[in-house]
T-cell receptor
Framework: AQSVSQHNHHVILSEAASLELGCNYSYGGTVNLFWYVQYPGQHLQLLLKYFSGDPLVKGIKGFEAEFIKSKFSFNLRKPSVQWSDTAEYFCAVNSLTGGGNKLTFGTGTQLKVEL | DAGITQSPRHKVTETGTPVTLRCHQTENHRYMYWYRQDPGHGLRLIHYSYGVKDTDKGEVSDGYSVSRSKTEDFLLTLESATSSQTSVYFC??????????????FGPGTRLTVL
């Protein structure tokens, strides 16, 4: 079964610091990859997604992620975080060769940005 | 935002009682999902539906049942609620004209407390 690992469970940064959140998945075949964000008290919203093509994908609010197939990774980055980026971030993977249309989520990374 | 509503938004119930949560969509999407979100576990799939009256189990389906009699409605029932089912429940939808389109859109969530 597909599994997704997010190594950083809690991250605290100061405003303007750079961010990188790790995500690794287990399945070696064709995958779709997603990062979702959940602001306090809200539902999950899509930040960005990778289906195919350029492995560097750009999302909303200045976020980007790089798909490295050889490392089974899809790390999320932002050059300069803002206080409003305080949220929980989830990596998710869909493996296209089995299991139907289902996403497997990581356990999430709680990001706190301090002023 | 995708047209997804969940009801109720908050519920407190007692152990042993049946509980039904409702997800309603106005997007005419084929796939619908129920997840539970718990600290340290991220989102875990309970059940999903790939069409009217077509449902399948997710990774944490024990103690839950679902029904989908119309495209727009997906019901989650806790047959006999237990304290371990205290959680936040999210409904999601996706449209899969092609298998690569696996992005899911999430509802606002239902916070369920079982005493």
């Amino acid at each position: 079964a597909q599994s997704v690992s997010q190594h950083n469970h809690h991250v605290i940064l100061s405003e303007a610091a750079s961010l990188e959140l790790g995500c690794n998945y287990s399945y070696g075949g064709t995958v779709n990859l997603f990062w979702y964000v959940q602001y306090p008290g809200q539902h999950l919203q899509l930040l960005l997604k990778y289906f195919s093509g350029d492995p560097l994908v750009k999302g909303i609010k200045g976020f980007e992620a790089e798909f490295i197939k050889s490392k089974f990774s899809f790390n999320l980055r932002k050059p300069s975080v803002q206080w409003s980026d305080t949220a929980e971030y989830f990596c998710a993977v869909n493996s296209l060769t089995g299991g139907g249309n289902k996403l497997t989520f990581g356990t999430g990374t709680q990001l706190k940005v301090e002023l | 935002d995708a047209g997804i509503t969940q009801s109720p938004r908050h519920k407190v119930t007692e152990t042993g009682t049946p509980v039904t949560l409702r997800c309603h969509q106005t997007e005419n999407h084929r796939y619908m999902y129920w997840y539970r979100q718990d600290p340290g576990h991220g989102l875990r799939l309970i059940h999903y539906s790939y069409g009217v009256k077509d449902t399948d189990k997710g990774e944490v389906s024990d103690g839950y049942s679902v029904s989908r009699s119309k495209t727009e409605d997906f019901l989650l029932t806790l047959e006999s609620a237990t304290s371990s089912q205290t959680s936040v429940y999210f409904c999601a939808i996706s449209n899969t004209a092609a298998r690569s389109y696996n992005e899911q859109f999430f509802g606002p969530g239902t916070r369920l407390t079982v005493l």
